[in-house]
């Protein structure tokens, strides 16, 4: 099975120098808990995460109309392609421990985005045991690399 047949390709985005309460009503609006963030000729710069706008938030004391989407970003993004294989854009989660994955063309547009929800939606859809694309043993492991705490987080 490839990206494109279980990705979401309603995808909600922001640029930059939008405020962080900008991107937080565009999550609450699209029901999402993350926007890739665009440049010229809708390129991804960036993604921002539900999690991002609040920890920025917090540490910075400042409200979110304060604060611009490049404060919270994060500008390393991993994406992958609508024609990859769902193994290829599982293994790119588990290495990154990632729960989305911007889905670009050749000129880095976006053009969808790609979830754990969604790769476990599809194993869902898929009835026939021996059909799957991805077995249920490969979305265990998934799960559990993206959700293992970061070398940072223990050691606080």
């Known amino acids: 099975m490839n990206v494109k047949e279980v990705m979401t390709t309603e995808v909600r985005t922001c640029r930059s120098d939008d ?3 900008r991107a937080a009503q565009i ?6 808990g993350c926007i890739p963030v665009i440049a010229d000729g809708n390129r991804v710069v960036g993604i921002v995460t539900d999690r991002d706008v609040c920890m ?3 540490l910075s004391g400042c409200g979110l109309n304060a604060l611009a989407v490049s404060d919270a970003m994060s500008k390393t993004v991993h994406s992958c392609r609508a024609d990859d294989s769902l193994q290829v854009a599982e293994n790119l989660m588990r290495a990154h421990q990632i729960r989305r994955l911007p889905v670009v063309d050749a000129e880095e547009h976006v053009i969808g985005i790609l979830s754990l929800n969604d790769v476990a939606r599809a194993f869902g859809r898929e009835r026939d045991p021996s059909a799957r694309s ?14 293992r705490p ?5 050691a606080a």
């Open 56 to 58: 920025s938030a917090l």
């Open 134 to 147: 991805v077995s249920s043993q490969e979305i265990a492991e998934t799960l559990c690399d993206v959700c």
């Open 150 to 154: 970061r070398p940072h987080a223990l």
């Open 19 to 21: 405020s962080l309460a």
């Open 27 to 32: 999550m609450w609006d699209g029901d999402c």
